[in-house]
């Protein structure tokens, strides 16, 4: 297992983000910052008190758990849901949706679907920790922490404190997982 | 989970996983748009070889708000009249490509023997007076929703205890999620044994009824003779009825719920069956909610996993 981002870098890409968010949309007026269940829900929090302090207003957030959404539930042993908590009103907002790691795009695709049906967004924007490339769908974010370039097999980790106790991306080759090492 | 047949012997983590996706269902039920695609390309079908209104309609919406599609089995309309055995029946409708069964049959058991010569995910929707697991689960959900949780909660089971699917589904339930349950009846409507029943057994309502959080009144069932076993309609509403004046001495917090249909001026008076605290029109809304989480919990997984 190696490292690609401490804890520190992590933060600091957040911030960057952050900014590139207020500079994209002229200000935080409108935006509802979306996490993607689980990882994504931390990180949305994150980047709003970022906006809060840097903007100085209150910006609104949400969170989207996109298992009714996958188009694999077949392929998976049980999906668990867990709960998703909007604005009662999305229609003509920004969205910035939020997640850890881009990589065959089918996430996002399921989360536009659980979007689409809450309402109609003036605009989503998509906002991720770290991109790996390989994407099976014409999917690209707004906003990127890290490109990581990636093989497939591959496996690709973001740890964020309040899931995982720590902050930091990690990436570990299929031997290592064989070893079963993988945390 | 490969089938959801009765409530006997399911563990608490597995009744806690189908209530927690069932509040996510509930959710999704209250949106703008209450469909979302989870089990796209899946086909229900409900085979109620007995009448049903809500049970066989909530399956229904439950299975298309989950973007399923469903096929509708009705024995009144169907070969059965012309002789054919419900294995044949079964095996036609899975021929014409149901991925699952909902099974209502007036006989113990039936629900077993489709699962068994089908091989298809089978659902329960009551057999006979043995069991009906998805209205102990909607129950189940009613009160958690509204107390929070049941770990602790005193509920009494009050009438036709000795013919009911439901009671016998409830009890386990209940008993599973931490409720302490006391059977009401006359001894003609109680089991004759309740060996094996998580519950305990009181013949008065009157002793009970201060000391419980909730009441689930039974509808008297002529069908399955509970009529004839007590002498008439207004000494059961004397002494079991859930009456204007018994509700006015139940704690100001118990809340009384009904499996529907409910008789009016028998088991509950008309203004009982009024007041915010009867919870009948939520348990429909949330027997929506868990069935969606029953099939999608037995649709939404890969089969060998």
Redesign the interface.
Known sequence: MRAVMSGSDMGRALRRIAHEIVERNRGTGGIIVVGIRTRGGPLADRLVAILEEVEGAAVASGILDIGMYRDDLDQRPRTVLGPTEMPSQIDGKTIVLVDDVLYTGRTIRAALDALADLGRAAVVQLAVVVDRGHRELPIRADFVGKNLPTARDEHVMVRVAEIDGEDGVWIEGPQAREEGSAA | MKHLLTMEGVDRATLA?LL??A??FY??MH???P?????RGKTVATMFFEPSTRTKLSFERAAKA?SADTLSFSPGTSSLKKGESLKDTVLTVKAMGADLMVVRHTSTGAAWRVAEWTDLPVVNGGDGAHQHPTQALLDSLTLRQHFGSLDGLRIAIVGDIRHSRVARSDVFAFNTLGAEVTLVAPPTLLPPDLTGWPATASNSLDDVLTEVDAIYLLRVQAERGGASVFPSVAEYRERFGMTDARFNRLKPDTIVLHPGPMIRGIEIDGGVADDPRCKVLEQVTNGVAVRMAVL??LL???KD?
Do not use: H, M, T, Y
Not at chain 2, 35 to 39: G, N, Q, R, S, T
């Open positions: 996983s927690d996706d509040d996510e959710e999704v949106r703008p748009i469909k979302v695609p989870a089990l989950l999608f919990q939404g997984g890969s996993a």
